[in-house]
């Protein structure tokens, strides 16, 4: 079975579980290809949602798609569930997130939430955070500050640099990469993460930081994990 397959056959875990909600209510929903995955195969079902409130443009932007109705956050005062990928994931739940530079929306998304369903394959689970690199959405005019303060916690920090991955933005691959808020997004490889909710209450204090990656406070509550076994749900 391949990554692909794997995260199609989670995604349809999560459309099981978010069909569990009592219907006619707001859906979070997260970014990435573990949460597109997510999202086709909850289309069909979309009428069981009143909305949705998405956690970036290019997730916006597959949910109209679908003939989702995408609610502006603002306007939501209850969401029963927040559905997204992570790109690491530890045995308390804790997570790195940010691989797709949505991190902050995603954490707004996911603070407003009552449940955090995670949706991931079994490669993301590992027993301590940070051989990923942990991203830092930053303002552009503070890179230089914070990412002498970041290389304070032991890691190697880099900006990183468009992909071609915003043709909407038309960047080039030598400028640096813009998430959807106008931020810069700061790399930090090297970290071994042992207290994620220190650090993520550190970092959030660097001036010039907009949302650190660390998702503890907003940590998982249900762990849906794919592998060639089938898909595991772990509830913490
Ligand atoms: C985007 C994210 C994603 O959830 C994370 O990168 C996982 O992505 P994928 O499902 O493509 O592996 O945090 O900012």
């Not at 301590?128 to 690199?133: C, E, I, T």
């Not at 230089?144 to 915003?166: D, M, Q, W, Y």
Request: aromatic share 4%; with cysteine; net charge neutral.
């Amino acid at each position: 079975m391949n990554q692909d397959q794997l995260k199609q056959m989670v995604g349809e875990a999560a459309r099981d579980e978010v069909l569990k909600l009592s219907a006619g209510q707001i859906l979070g929903v997260g970014t990435g290809s573990t949460a597109n995955c997510f999202i086709d195969a909850l289309a069909p079902h979309k009428d069981h949602f009143a909305g949705t409130v998405s956690s970036s443009n290019a997730t916006t932007e597959r949910l109209l798609k679908h003939g989702f109705k995408v609610l502006n956050p603002n306007d939501v005062v209850s969401l029963p569930a927040y559905v997204d990928g992570a790109d690491e994931i530890d045995p308390a739940g804790h997570m790195i997130k940010g691989g797709g530079g949505a991190l902050t929306r995603e954490k707004i998304i996911a603070s407003m939430a009552k449940q955090f369903i995670c949706i991931c394959d079994s490669s993301k689970q590992v027993p301590v955070l940070g051989n990923f690199a942990l991203p830092v959405e930053i303002i552009p005019l503070a890179q230089g500050i914070v990412t002498r303060e970041l290389e304070k916690f032991g890691g190697k920090v880099s900006l990183r640099l468009a992909k071609n991955t915003r043709p909407d933005l038309n960047q080039t691959p030598s400028e640096p990469f813009a998430t959807d808020n106008g931020g810069w997004i700061l790399d930090v490889a090297g970290l071994k993460i042992s207290d994620p909710l220190k650090m993520e209450s550190q970092i959030n204090q660097i001036a010039g930081v907009i949302t650190v990656g660390l998702f503890a406070k907003e940590k998982v509550n249900i762990l849906l994990v794919s592998n060639a076994a089938g898909v595991e749900r772990i509830a913490f």
